[in-house]
Every structure is written in C-alpha cells, then in structure tokens.
C-alpha cells in the first residue's frame, strides 16, 4: 500500500469553481507538503504545515488555501479556480526527527488538474 | 528564489550506455536528494547525501555530494529501458530548514532500444 496518497488522481473542473485535492499518509511523519509541477519549471512549493497547528506559506500560495485536519492528512483548496492553475499537485511528507541527520521529503503520485 | 541549475535538460542513449548528469548552485547546501519521476507518477527518492564528499550507490545508480557543498552528480551505468524518466536533484540550503528544498528543472532520459 502506498504510504503517501492523493484524491482525486484526476480532475477537470471550470474556471470559478472551488475544489479540494486530498493528501492523507501513513508515514506517521510530522511535516506535510504541497507542490505545484509545471512542465519546465520544477516543483515549487505552495503550503507546508510542520504540525496540525502550524501552517506556513511557501513559494506561490496565492489563490490557495489548506486545511491540516490531522497529523496524516492535509488537503488543498482552490477557491475559485482559473486556467493558470492547471498544472500536477504533488503532496509530500518528511520527518522533522530525522532533521539532525537530513530530512528527506516522500511524495505522493500526485493530481492532474485541468481548469477550463 | 534560489535555484539549481541541472544539466543537460535531455538525454537521448543508447540501452547499455553509461548516463551522467549533475546539479549545482550558487550556494551551499547541507542536503541533496535525487528523485526519479515517471510519466503520471510522483517523485520516488532514489539516493540522499548529507555529508560533503559522501558517495551513496542504489544498485547501478551512484551520487555523490560535492566536496564545495554547491554541487551533486548521479551516474546510471549500464542503463536499461525502465532507466526512462525525469530525473530531478534537491537540495537544502545551508541554515534553511526541511520547507526550503530546492528543486532542479530536471533532467530528461530516452533510451533508444
């Protein structure tokens, strides 16, 4: 079983609308993650949340908002989606107690998101 | 923001041949990872380095942490048709904590049969 999963794998929605992408993981890690994959530019960082109380803003949170509703699950929400968020949505997780010897990020398979 | 730069984009081999690609930086890290993606999957870890000059083999694959702390290689040998993906390096910076990975652009691998 996969330790990291995401719903949906897939989504086509329009522009204007609100939709949710799911994370939940059985790593019993700490620390969540959620990135944004363009072709040619990478991933880059949209929200991190290092507990359920803590939520941190990265690279390019604009028009996105999360919720850490447990330790094992974090979700991300477009509020009003638009073309320019069509892109891969990838969640990962890390261990804050490995941080002292180097803490390396897990991911899960991801979400294609397509907005009309 | 910061970036690595990896390089090249793209390869294009022959099945049997050795690859090698590389990522470096302006600035020092304290970690680098090496992910393997495949079409519609997500990144899969293939080999973390923490220690300057540290390197890590996972089976035919070998990285290793450059000794100026701005650098890291991995080499595939004998390469094989499932060998096929992006491969992308991650670092984090020096001071910086776990959010502050850095990723490459990737780089291509085809191999031709």
């Known amino acids: 079983d996969a330790d990291v999963t995401q719903t949906p794998r897939n989504r086509i929605t329009k522009t204007g609308k609100r939709i949710m992408l799911e994370c939940s993981q059985t790593?019993?890690?700490?620390?969540m993650y959620w990135y944004r994959q363009d072709p040619g530019l990478g991933l880059r960082l949209i929200y991190y949340s290092f507990d359920v109380k803590d939520i941190n803003k990265g690279e390019i949170s604009d028009g996105y908002s999360v919720s850490r509703q447990a330790q094992a699950k974090f979700s991300l929400s477009l509020e009003s989606a638009i073309p320019n968020q069509t892109a891969l949505y990838f969640c990962?997780?890390?261990?804050?107690?490995?941080?002292?010897?180097?803490?390396?990020?897990?991911f899960g398979p991801g979400t294609r998101l397509l907005v009309l | 923001g910061q970036q690595l730069n990896q390089s090249p984009q793209s390869m294009f081999i022959q099945e049997g041949e050795d690859v090698s690609m590389n990522c470096t930086s302006s600035s020092i890290f304290n970690t680098w990872l090496w992910y393997k993606q495949d079409p519609g999957e997500g990144p899969v870890l293939l080999i973390a380095?923490?220690?300057?000059?540290e390197l890590t083999s996972n089976g035919r694959l070998t990285a290793q942490f450059g000794i100026t702390r701005k650098d890291s290689f991995l080499n595939i040998s004998a390469s094989i048709p499932s060998d096929v993906g992006i491969y992308f390096c991650?670092?984090?910076?020096?001071?910086?904590?776990?959010?502050?990975?850095?990723f490459g652009q990737g780089t291509r691998l085809t191999i031709n049969p």
């Open positions: 380095l923490y220690k300057a000059g």
């Open positions: 990962a997780t890390s261990d804050s107690m490995t941080s002292g010897v180097g803490e390396t990020q897990y």
């Open positions: 790593k019993g890690h700490d620390r």
């Open positions: 991650a670092g984090q910076p020096l001071g910086q904590g776990a959010q502050k990975l850095v």
